[in-house]
Antibody, heavy 124, light 108 residues
Framework: EVQLLDSGGGLVQPGGSLRLSCAAS????????MSWVRQAPGKGLEWVSA????????YYADSVKGRFTISRDNSKNTLYLQMNSLRAEDTAIYYC?????????????????WGQGTLVSVSS | EIVLTQSPGTLSLSPGERGTLSCRAS???????LAWYQQKPGQAPRLLIY???SRATGIPDRFSGSGSGTDFTLSISRLEPEDFAVYYC?????????FGQGTKVEIK
């Protein structure tokens, strides 16, 4: 059974940093693209970042480029999101999401499994 | 960036009725890299349809997707009580990947 367990959220002051983790199990982690998708309170979904299975390629939304870094440790089946210079508008539930395939298959951007989400609140 | 516009914003229907949800893209979505998700309150989204018309694993056949280019449709043939939720379309053919703003299907 595929499982994704998000963690690492919390309350942080503007300008602060936070690192999210997503522990994956039930599939061959290195074979799939992984992404982070966020949802501000009461709002819709926003894709944040993606990483290829081998970690050779990383991709970001303009809203987080230069501030967030996605990475993965395939030996630990874990996905990460390092978030720096956090702003109030980054407040959201952050979900890790598994791609339907590898990034370069084209199907990495459809998300067939999601974590339960972890809440990031940026406030003074 | 491809902007996806979903309509209507809210769809009020009764159980057993048919629901038709629209997703229009500002540019052509390449290779039909278009997906639909369902989200219920307090839950993560669930993949329903990918490739514009392929049902994801375990999705009932009352859900169907169609369309190409810039116009896509999600149809629910006979609404069950568990189908009342918010539905999002998403394109992943062009970076950045983008979602529509959502259509809420509510009980009439």
């Amino acid at each position: 059974e595929v499982q994704l367990l998000d963690s690492g959220g919390g309350l942080v002051q503007p300008g602060g940093s936070l690192r999210l983790s997503c522990a994956a199990s039930g599939f061959t982690f290195a074979n799939y693209a992984m992404s982070w998708v966020r949802q501000a309170p009461g709002k819709g979904l926003e894709w944040v970042s993606a990483i290829s299975g081998s970690a050779s390629g990383t991709y970001y939304a303009d809203s987080v480029k230069g501030r967030f870094t996605i990475s993965r440790d395939n030996s630990k089946n874990t996905l990460y999101l390092q978030m720096n210079s956090l702003r109030a508008e980054d407040t959201a539930i952050y979900y890790c999401a598994k791609g339907l395939g590898g990034y370069h298959t084209g199907w990495g951007g459809a998300f067939d499994y999601w974590g339960q989400g972890t809440l990031v609140s940026v406030s003074s | 960036e491809i902007v996806l516009t979903q309509s209507p914003g809210t769809l009020s229907l009764s159980p057993g009725e048919r629901g038709t949800l629209s997703c229009r893209a500002s540019q052509s979505v390449s290779s039909s890299y278009l997906a639909w998700y369902q989200q219920k309150p307090g839950q993560a989204p669930r993949l329903l349809i990918y490739g514009a018309s392929s049902r994801a694993t375990g999705i009932p056949d009352r859900f169907s997707g169609s369309g190409s280019g810039t116009d896509f449709t999600l149809s629910i043939s006979r609404l069950e009580p568990e189908d009342f939720a918010v539905y999002y379309c998403q394109q992943f053919g062009s970076s950045p990947w983008t979602f529509g703003q959502g259509t809420k299907v509510e009980i009439k």
